[in-house]
């Protein structure tokens, strides 16, 4: 499964940004109005896949390693961040990172634990690589989405089929609970809209702000 997963988004990456994708667009919209203090730090996203938020993130902080699955989103992404305070990396997070521990002060995560079975896993190395004072930031569709069939898919640009990612359903108390289990304090969770939805509507996203 990891490998289709890989697979999928090499294929989806031409036509990422371009496809209309409410997710993507308020996974965006919410992260830069967080608030996060990331000014001359060194951070470690998650997840980055073309740089949809690399740059917003390099403009800020300090340093920024960008780690994705995909070698076709990280191709997209280093044509799109060109910057010496950058540096992208093709990686698994579900298996152990290779970054020393305490070599960050902020880790992102956006949209890519809908592709993770074992979530704790997760939370556990963000723990280990972040420094005292660090901070977690998470973004996902939120799993009431999930529960009611939402999940990351694409029409193939080759074959105008739908494709759909390998997913893993999760519930809010499994994001909390990871994070607590793996020694993080949780500071705040958030449930968000897109703009104009209705009231009867399910959020869209899920949001989650630890701290070590």
């Known amino acids: 499964m990891p490998n289709d997963i890989s697979r ?29 203090d990331i000014a ?49 990396e ?18 992102i995560g ?29 973004a996902e569709l939120h799993p009431y989405r999930q529960s009611s069939g939402g999940q990351a898919h694409f029409h193939d640009p080759r074959t105008g089929e739908a494709t759909y990612v390998a997913a893993h359903p999760h519930s809010v108390s499994e994001y909390v609970n990871a994070a607590i289990d793996a020694g993080f304090s949780l500071r705040e969770l958030g449930e968000w809209k897109e703009e104009g939805a209705s009231p009867e509507s399910l959020p869209r996203l899920l949001t989650l702000r630890a701290q070590v």
């Open 40 to 88: 001359g730090r060194h951070v470690l996203e998650l997840g980055c896949g073309t740089g949809k938020n690399t740059q917003w993130l390099a403009e800020r902080a300090g340093s920024v390693v960008g780690v994705d699955f995909s070698p076709g989103m990280l191709e997209v992404a280093r044509k799109r961040v060109i910057s010496p305070a950058v540096r992208f």
């Open 90 to 107: 093709n990686g698994d997070i579900t298996r152990p990172w290779s970054f020393a521990d305490g070599s960050f002060d902020v880790a």
């Open 110 to 138: 956006n949209l890519v634990l809908e592709h993770v079975r074992d979530v704790s896993f997760v939370f556990a190395e963000a723990r280990r690589v972040l420094r005292d004072r660090g901070v977690l930031y998470i």
């Open 8 to 36: 999928a988004y090499d294929r989806w990456a031409a036509t990422y940004d371009e496809d209309t994708n409410a997710t993507r667009d308020l996974d965006a919209l919410i992260l830069r109005r967080s608030g996060l």
